[in-house]
C-alpha cells in the first residue's frame, strides 16, 4: 500500500487522495505539517512540500506534478477511462486548466488563505491580517466569475468529459469551503458542478477531514448545501 506523506487542508494532497480514491487504491495517509520543516521531512523533500508518495522498494515520489503522474502511471484503470483524456485536444484543455487551478489560483488566492488561518496558528502570537485575506477573497470572485463562464458552456471543466483539472478545483474548493470562504450564492454554476463532483464516493475522503481547534463551515460536508 502506498503512504502518502500530506496535510489534510492542502489542494495539492488533496488531489492525490482524490486519484487514490477514484482508482481504488487504498492510501495510508500521515499527516503532517510541511511548515514546521520537521527533519525527516526535509530529509526528503529539502522544499518542505507536500504531498510525497512512498512506497516499499521505490524511491520517494516528491512534488505534486511528479505524485500526480506516479499515480496515473502506476494505478490508472485499464478497464475504464481514467482521469487524463485520451484525444490530444481534450488533453490540452485538461492541463491548460490544471495549470490555472494549481499555479493561479493556488498563487492568488489559495496559498494566501492557508498562510493566515492555517499556518499561522503555529506561530506564537501571529494573527491573520485582514488586508491580505480581503485581497484573496476578491482574487477568488474573479476566479468564480470565470469558472461559472465556463461550467455554462460545458459540463465539466476542460469538456464533456470530468478529467483530472476537475478533481484539482475540487481541490481548492473544498480547502476553501472548509475554511467558508466561497460565497456559493455568488457562483451558481461552478456551485451545481461542485454538488456533482462532492456526491462522488471519491469525495468521502475529504467531507470527513476535521482539524483541530477548526470546525468545518456549516455545509461543508453537506451533500446538498
Known sequence: MPRLLHHRLD??????RLMFAEYGVGADLEDI???????ALLEINPAATVP???????????????VLHAIEDRYAPTAVPGLFP??????????RLLEWVLVKLNDEV????????????????????????????????????????????????????MTLADFALASHLSTLDYLGDVLWDTAPETRQWYARIK????FRTLLNDR????????GYADLDF
Open 11 to 16: 489542494p495539492a494532497s488533496r488531489l492525490a
Open 33 to 39: 505539517k510541511p511548515w514546521i520543516r520537521e527533519p
Open 52 to 66: 510525497i508518495m512512498i512506497e516499499p522498494g521505490e524511491p520517494p515520489v516528491v512534488g505534486t506534478l511528479a
Open 86 to 95: 485520451s484525444e490530444p485536444r481534450a488533453r490540452a484543455e485538461m492541463w
Open 110 to 161: 489559495t496559498r494566501y488563505i492557508l498562510e493566515e488561518k492555517i499556518v499561522k496558528r503555529d506561530h506564537r502570537g501571529a494573527t491573520p491580517e485582514p488586508s491580505v485575506l480581503r485581497v484573496a477573497k476578491a482574487n477568488l470572485a474573479e476566479h468564480l466569475l470565470y469558472f461559472n463562464w465556463l461550467f455554462a458552456t460545458r459540463q465539466w471543466i476542460a469538456g464533456d468529459t
Open 199 to 202: 456526491s462522488r464516493p471519491a
Open 211 to 218: 482539524i483541530a481547534g477548526m470546525p468545518a463551515a456549516a
